[in-house]
């Protein structure tokens, strides 16, 4: 997307953004700045957030979503939400494209009177609340899954995101100590930037490169490019490969069983952003984190599922339906958010 989408979803607005109907009151005006949209991942991201905010806005909780989204670098990702400030707000949704570059215009939010929320990675600003899933147990559980199929002495090579991005970097951290831990050799690193097309070439290159690899450890949004790679060179029977939650890869999936194959998908909700919708109604209305319920700035919230071989048939029924990039998806509902708070 070339430039930011502003999408309103009420026929009319106050005039005075974030003031609403009520001075500091409801209905409350919400902001999301996304600044990568290459991936369906982010796409669903925020259909999600505008249906689960129609909800409210039929309730008269809300009345505007602001939504600055397009591909942009840190500082493209500053203005986005310096647009959003201008709107008046009263709460930021942010995936944030840095850990710590963004804290000077998370400040300058919040000296405003606006709520910061960061969601699919966390931020160490103390200006924001992160609602996040622990990315870390999210590289573990299939890390160590990987682990046990190849075994000490295994040889890998990882396929990760786009390098320096936070979630990618707190991931292979993780994933990293499993396989030291284990025993297993990493043979290479390549960045596959979390896009199927290149992650396959990227695997094409490693397979010219590593004949003899037992194993591929990846990221969602590049799986499925990873099995073609595999499967094109013929070696799905001896290469073990981790997978997504992602109907595209599970389709494939659901194809190789029948000659043994078996992979593992961890889901990474798209519906983090209404879990965090949920999150900031609350502080808005004036509700409390306890001291029990987050972690410095962090609000972890639980990973859905996980689909590996035993799980399979229950989720690929639910799913099958879906289009291939359609990711496995799950969020607070409003009662288990409302959980959180005092």
Not at 281 to 307: E, S
Request: charged residues 20%; hydrophobic residues 40%; glycine residues 12%.
């Amino acid at each position: 997307m070339a430039g930011a989408l502003v999408v309103l979803l009420t026929a009319c607005s106050s005039g005075d953004g974030g003031s609403g109907a009520e001075a500091g009151g409801r209905p409350y005006t919400i902001g999301l700045s996304n600044g990568f949209v290459g991936s369906e991942w982010r796409t669903q991201m925020v259909e999600g957030l505008k249906t689960a905010f129609a909800d409210y806005q039929d309730e008269g909780v809300v009345d505007e979503l602001v939504i600055e989204s397009a591909d942009t670098d840190v500082n493209g990702q500053i203005q986005q939400i310096r647009n959003l400030i201008n709107r008046d707000v009263d709460a930021i949704i942010v995936n944030p494209n840095s850990e710590t570059a963004l804290d000077a215009v998370f400040r300058e939010a919040t000296q405003q009177g606006i709520k910061m929320f960061a969601i699919d990675q966390a931020v160490t600003s103390k200006d924001v609340t992160n609602v996040v899933i622990d990315q870390a147990e999210w590289a573990r559980i299939s890390a160590e899954w990987l682990a046990g199929q190849v075994g000490k002495g295994g040889d890998i090579v990882v396929v990760n995101g786009i390098a320096g991005h936070p979630a990618n970097e707190t991931r292979w951290g993780a994933a990293k100590e499993v396989f030291a831990k284990a025993g297993v050799n990493v043979l290479t690193v390549a960045d596959g930037n979390w896009d199927q097309a290149t992650g396959q070439q990227v695997m094409t290159n490693l397979l010219a490169t590593y004949p003899d690899v037992d194993g591929v450890w990846t990221q969602d949004g590049m799986a499925e490019g990873v099995f073609r790679a595999v499967q094109a060179a013929g070696r799905l029977d001896r290469i073990t490969i981790s997978g997504e939650a992602r109907v595209g890869f599970m389709r494939l999936w659901d194809k190789a069983r029948a000659n043994g194959f078996e992979s593992i998908g961890v889901v990474n909700p798209p519906g983090g952003a209404v879990s965090a919708l949920h999150m900031a109604v609350n502080v808005l209305d004036g509700r409390k984190f306890p001291a029990g319920k987050i972690n410095g700035n962090t609000v972890h919230i639980p990973i859905p599922y996980t689909v590996d071989e035993a799980a399979f048939d229950k989720y690929w029924g639910e799913a099958r339906g879906k289009g291939d990039a359609y990711c496995l998806d799950g969020s607070l509902t409003r009662e288990q958010a409302a959980e959180f708070f005092q």
